[in-house]
């Protein structure tokens, strides 16, 4: 318009894009299937174009009529990270592209076994998985149960199942996971070794159960198999059947300790180790027990017996209770009979003192030792390290020593030391 002179108009035609889909997604995703999912487009069209690739899988193309709203893949690559794409078609017109992504579910590589199978324990292990896997997720247990659980990381290739019963069969199954989504599962499924006795309550029992190696065991107090404990068994030493409570040998566990120590244990059971007051006062209670103490010192060895063995309740201070003699060492512990037991917090001695601050352990001290095995380790000066006075004296710290117990009516080999 130039004043009130208007110029001829200039017409053009033009045609919107057709209404495109939207929502799309991936359901039911499986190792080698899947279904893409998506909401229709509002306005009318021909048909839709869906495709999907994953690296190093060649793209698929597929046409389906408008009103479909799903579709069903198969013969996917398990444990791939897909693309999708979807658009509509209005004759020679296409919408703009709606994508999303989808990863397949990943059943396990073969090889999951069950191996070195016993009464209570077996060895589960699987290949590696590599790429794609974050963790694993171990579920095992016997039919009618709950299944226990384990989560294990991406590195793990093994797991020793415990406290399994003898004589059952179980089931187990792995998962990978990949964050928290789990993956399909590989499953195996074994029997325990059963044996005479299903709930052994000492090492006696494990061993007429055909144990034979001096090795970590369940026990089972009062034979109650709800009340499992984890304890090392001397099978070796004079017809076996020992459960070791204190093992001194490398100064690596420090065994000046507090009263809560004591009473729940301590170290590594392989190792040195002090397997808890409360422990042996459960253990002594539901039989009746013989003390071995084994001493070494290079190519040097003593011994020292006593036909009975307690160790009274928290209510009486974990009160140590012995029988007769017998033995190499020298009658030294008898010294402590009847002694209440000490640590650097808990003063039940009757010195003037605290003997354990003194003499840098936790013991039965009376007033206040001759016998110090829980002392500090190496240490020669004058009652200060692992004493037994009637072998090698109060300079001395002795480098190994053992004690254990064991049922005083168990049937042992004749004794050779």
Same mark, same amino acid.
């Given at each position: 318009?130039?004043?009130? =002179? ?22 039911? =995703?499986?190792? @080698? ?36 709203? &799903? ?44 191996? #070195? ?21 171990? +579920? ?6 709950? +299944?226990?659980?384990?989560?294990? #990381? ?6 020793? +199942? ?19 989504? $789990? ?11 059963? =044996? ?9 029992? &494990?061993? @007429?159960?055909? $144990?034979? !190696? ?11 198999? %709800?009340?499992?404990? $984890? ?29 809560? !120590? ?14 808890? +007051? ?25 011994? *020292?017996?006593? !036909? ?5 309740? *928290? ?55 001759? =016998?110090?095995?829980?002392?500090e380790y190496g240490n020669n000066r004058d009652h200060q ?31 050779? %030391?």
């Open positions: 318009m130039r004043g009130q =002179v208007e110029s001829p108009p200039i017409l053009d035609r033009f045609t919107t894009a057709p209404d495109p889909p939207s929502h799309l997604k991936a359901i039911n =995703v499986s190792e @080698s299937q899947a279904i893409l999912v998506w909401r229709l487009a509002t306005a009318p069209i021909d048909h839709y174009v869906i495709s999907y690739k994953a690296e190093g899988v060649p793209a698929v193309r597929k046409t389906v009529s408008s009103n479909s709203v &799903e579709l069903q893949l198969a013969g996917l690559r398990a444990n791939t990270v897909y693309t999708a794409e979807i658009y509509s078609v209005q004759g020679a017109r296409r919408s703009s592209s709606v994508r999303g992504s989808f990863t397949t579910d990943s059943r396990l590589q073969s090889g999951l076994t069950v191996h #070195d199978i016993t009464s209570t324990e077996a060895l589960v292990s699987w290949e590696s998985q590599g790429a794609g896997v974050t963790g694993y997720l171990l +579920l095992y247990g016997i039919k009618g149960d709950e +299944l226990q659980q384990v989560t294990l #990381d991406s590195r793990t290739t093994n797991h020793q +199942l415990q406290q399994l019963l003898p004589g059952a069969k179980y089931t187990v199954r792995l998962h990978g996971l990949r964050d928290s989504e $789990r993956m399909a599962a590989v499953t195996a499924h074994f029997t325990t070794v059963p =044996v005479h006795i299903p709930y052994p309550k000492n090492c006696g029992e &494990e061993l @007429s159960n055909g $144990r034979t !190696d001096s090795s970590i065991v369940t026990l089972y107090l009062n034979g109650n198999k %709800e009340k499992p404990i $984890r304890v090392f068994c001397d099978m070796a030493t004079d017809g076996g059947g020992w459960i070791v409570f204190q093992r001194r040998m490398n100064g690596k566990i420090n065994f000046t300790r507090t009263w809560k !120590d004591y009473v729940a244990g301590f170290g590594d059971l392989t190792e040195e180790h002090w397997l808890g +007051l409360e422990k042996l006062n459960q253990l002594t209670s539901q039989q009746h027990f013989e003390l071995r103490v084994d001493l070494r010192a290079g190519d040097e060895t003593a011994y *020292a017996t006593y !036909d009975n063995f307690v160790v009274e309740g *928290a209510s009486m201070k974990y009160q140590l209770g012995l029988g007769k003699y017998a033995g190499t060492a020298g009658n030294s512990l008898s010294y402590h009979r009847g002694s209440n037991f000490t640590t650097v917090d808990m003063d039940n001695d009757n010195a003037l003192t605290n003997c354990a601050v003194s003499y840098r352990g936790g013991w039965w001290y009376q007033n206040c030792h001759r =016998v110090n095995l829980n002392g390290g692992v004493n037994w006075f009637g072998w090698k004296g109060f300079e001395f710290s002795i480098p190994f020593t053992e004690m254990k117990m064991r049922p005083h009516t168990f049937s042992r080999a004749t004794r050779t %030391e």
